[in-house]
């Protein structure tokens, strides 16, 4: 079997300081992270086995880049531009103040995003913290007022991944598979026995520009051992 190229985490909860040395690097992998101001909040990484032609860390320094949600790695020859991202979007839930922040990444995002796409190829690899479309959660019906299944976080997914110029970007997910309902869910809550009883939301993405898109081939929600909240995907 082969080995990946890149590993992306997101809401890793450390700081520089804490990993050096241990967790750095990951399977002979080289790390880049961008961590949060805050300890033990948010915070994202790169594992990467191959060396980034560049590295960017943050793409809004006005707001979002305290809180340690964007690192992207570049991988750049003289024919090809090409960017892994590892984003951690924010989540709304504990209140309107932070569903306000939310919109305001997610309207920040989609213009970083689109400038991008004219210049490179990219993947961003992320917890989106949104569930698309109604197949995308367990209970969409008793949802549809929350955070993460609003017609407002909905309506931006909508308008990212449709083939305009405001678009153009693709779930490789539902590329692959457009129909799965249970089998796709990344993200069980720790209340109750959502976990036992498969009640989960697809809140984890790969988002492509449409050639890298293009190229995958499969699959996989890992569901072998429990890591935490959510699943990793392949």
């Known amino acids: 079997a082969t080995g990946p190229d890149c590993i992306c985490v997101q809401e890793v909860k450390t700081q520089a300081a804490y990993i050096a040395g241990k967790y750095d690097t990951l399977a002979g992998m080289p790390g880049v992270f961008h961590f949060a101001q805050k300890k033990g909040y948010s915070g994202v990484g790169i594992y990467s086995r191959h060396e980034p032609s560049d590295v960017i860390v943050g793409f809004d320094p006005e707001e979002f880049d305290a809180e340690g949600r964007y690192v992207e790695a570049r991988f750049d020859t003289p024919s090809r531009k090409l960017s892994i991202i590892s984003s951690y979007f924010p989540s709304g839930s504990s209140g309107e103040e932070r569903q306000s922040a939310k919109f305001r990444f997610l309207a920040k995002m989609h213009t970083h995003l689109m400038q991008m796409k004219t210049e490179r190829e990219f993947v961003l690899c992320g917890d989106i913290n949104i569930a698309h479309r109604k ?5 969409w019906r008793g949802n549809q007022k929350n955070s993460g299944f609003t017609p407002e976080e909905r309506a931006w997914m909508d ?3 449709a ?14 598979k457009p129909e ?13 026995q959502a976990y036992a009883n498969n009640v989960g939301w697809r809140l984890d993405y790969h988002l492509a ?19 935490s909240d959510h699943a990793p995907m392949t």
Not at 209 to 217: C, D, E, F, G, N
Request: aromatic share 12%.
């Open 135 to 139: 197949e995308d959660l367990k209970n």
């Open 159 to 161: 308008m990212l991944l």
């Open 163 to 176: 083939d305009t110029a405001t678009g153009g970007i693709k779930d490789v997910y539902r590329c692959l």
């Open 180 to 192: 799965t309902t249970d089998e796709c869910y990344t993200w069980w809550s720790n209340r109750g």
């Open 209 to 227: 520009t449409p050639t890298i898109a293009a190229l995958a081939r499969a699959e996989s929600i890992y569901k072998g051992v429990k890591f």
